[in-house]
């Protein structure tokens, strides 16, 4: 059973709505990720908070919006998205210094914009 | 060229069959090898970690050749539970994991 949680598991929205994906990881881990995986891509990865501090953002527009309150939780806010931003939406979490190379996925968020 | 690349697949195989993957990465200055198992509509989740000595682990046998930048993975007596799709994955230059498309295997009986 993944100690990473995911909510919603499923999101249809329009192209106007604002809308939020909820992770929660409940490993004690101190980094998060988000990912974005489409049909017949490799997951991308789209931003990293490492101790509660965004250490990457791989160029994702800024209809995408994340956010971390403390280290168990993290957010992407959606507004404004595209059809093309169709995808599922995998949440992470690691322990920094910990087994290398070993993350933790969330169920995922599959999102269809209309 | 992609940064990970393996061969989509999907490899259809009966049971007790031994096969194989391959992956090949474009980065030489790649640390550290992983291969991931997604299985269908649901999350990937570590499978083994590989070392430039190859290691093994029950009937997963992963390899690494630095040299010619592929990864490979060995599964024998294919069992049906073994079908998924299989991520290779080498962490980039800031550490992160950067993940292949994926190969997807189906064990049949």
């Known amino acids: 059973e993944t100690g990473v949680t995911q909510t919603p598991r499923h999101l249809v929205m329009g192209m106007t709505n604002k809308k939020s994906l909820k992770c929660e990881q409940h490993?004690?881990?101190?980094?998060m990720y988000w990912y974005k995986q489409s049909a017949k891509k490799p997951l991308e990865l789209m931003f990293v908070?490492?101790?509660?501090?965004?250490?990457e953002n791989n160029s994702v527009p800024s209809r995408f919006s994340p956010e971390c309150p403390n280290s168990s939780h993290l957010f992407l806010h959606l507004h404004t998205l595209q059809p093309e931003d169709s995808a599922l939406y995998l949440c992470a979490s690691s322990q920094i210094g910990g087994v290398r190379g070993e993350q933790f996925f969330g169920p995922g968020t599959r999102l269809t914009v209309l | 060229r992609k940064e990970v690349e393996q061969d989509p697949g999907p490899f259809n195989v009966p049971e007790g069959a031994t096969v194989a993957f391959n992956c090949t990465y474009s980065n030489s200055a790649s640390q550290s090898f992983f291969w991931y198992r997604q299985d269908c509509r649901k999350e990937p989740k570590l499978l083994m970690s590989?070392?430039?000595s190859g290691n093994e682990d029950g009937r997963f046998t992963a390899q690494l050749n630095r040299a010619s930048q592929y990864i490979s993975l060995l599964i024998r007596d294919s069992k049906l539970s073994d079908s998924a799709t299989y991520l290779c994955?080498?962490?980039?230059?800031?550490?992160?994991?950067?993940f292949g498309q994926g190969t997807t295997l189906q064990v049949k009986p």
């Open positions: 590989v070392y430039s």
């Open positions: 908070y490492s101790l509660e501090e965004r250490v």
């Open positions: 994955v080498v962490t980039g230059n800031t550490g992160k994991l950067i």
């Open positions: 490993l004690g881990h101190n980094a």
